[in-house]
């Protein structure tokens, strides 16, 4: 397997392990919700190979559902579809199969990878044996957290605390650069938990001009991309587009590659002026 120094050398138009799971992703993937068309998320997986999908069932999908509906037949194996369930409290196992079971029947799909978001606790006896019987049954693949907590990531990492760790969701972007501390380096080097980060753009904070230090031009969102990818202990960067213009001008950070010195020398001191 490509060590994390090697991978930040690598063309980030190829595909990488998503950690533990073994499944081959994107650099880039794409989130449900914001208005981007079937269409576009289709040209994305055929020309730049995007197979890494997050769904969030409480935003508008259509759209994501239906690029899924046309790619699923021919490349089911490829993709990675990701569908998202926020930990709430009182969310019980049956609920859990019942939630995966209506959604499967929604995207017309056999199999999703499963995540659970605003995880800050263990899981429930309960609810981790209803998660190994739809693992078992082949309904669920792998399972994955989300938090904004992120000493909770490397706890969960080390075993002290229970929740699903095939793969993580991370908040970390140029201005909240806090994973560098908290989380990246207290991964385990072996069998480690795939890495994908959400919020680049620091929700384009980082692209108005009027957040910018005096005299600096604002970034361009594939300067943030390009910032995540460029951190050898990720994988994978969620970019949530609302047009296929905006999607094209994106999925630019993968042939442009990951950032020099320079480059970074001048997103991180503008992001470093927006948190202060």
């Known amino acids: 397997m490509t060590s994390p120094s090697q991978r930040t050398l690598m063309d980030l138009k190829e595909r990488v392990p998503l950690g533990r799971t073994g499944q081959m992703v994107s650099r880039m993937g794409l989130a449900s919700g914001y208005g981007v068309p079937a269409a576009a998320i289709e040209k994305a997986f055929h020309e730049y190979g995007v197979n890494y999908l997050y769904v969030s069932p409480y935003v508008n999908l259509g759209n994501m559902a239906q690029a899924m509906r046309n790619l ?97 969701h991370v908040r970390y972007n140029a201005v909240h650069t806090g994973a560098e501390q908290d989380v990246f380096p207290h991964l385990p080097r072996e069998n480690r938990p795939g890495i994908v980060i959400f919020t680049a753009t620091c929700w384009r904070k980082l692209l108005k001009p009027k957040r910018m230090p005096a005299g600096e031009r604002p970034l361009a969102a594939p300067d943030c991309y390009r910032f995540v990818l460029s951190h050898p202990d990720v994988n994978v960067c969620i970019t949530a587009p609302s047009t296929a213009a905006r999607m094209e001008e994106n999925l630019r950070a993968l042939d442009a590659g990951p950032l020099d010195e320079e480059e970074m020398a001048r997103v991180r001191r503008i992001g470093k002026h927006i948190y202060d």
């Open 72 to 168: 699923a037949p021919s490349h089911r194996e490829e993709l990675f579809i990701v569908l998202a369930r926020p930990l709430l409290g009182g969310f019980g196992g049956l609920r859990l199969e019942s939630f995966v079971e209506r959604w499967l029947k929604k995207l017309g799909l056999d199999w999703v990878d499963l995540l659970f978001q605003d995880e800050r606790k263990p899981l429930r006896q309960k609810l981790s044996d209803r998660v190994q019987q739809l693992q078992d049954g082949g309904k669920v693949r792998f399972v994955g957290m989300s938090s904004h907590d992120r000493p909770l990531f490397s706890k969960v990492a080390r075993g002290e605390v229970k929740a699903p760790a095939d793969f993580f």
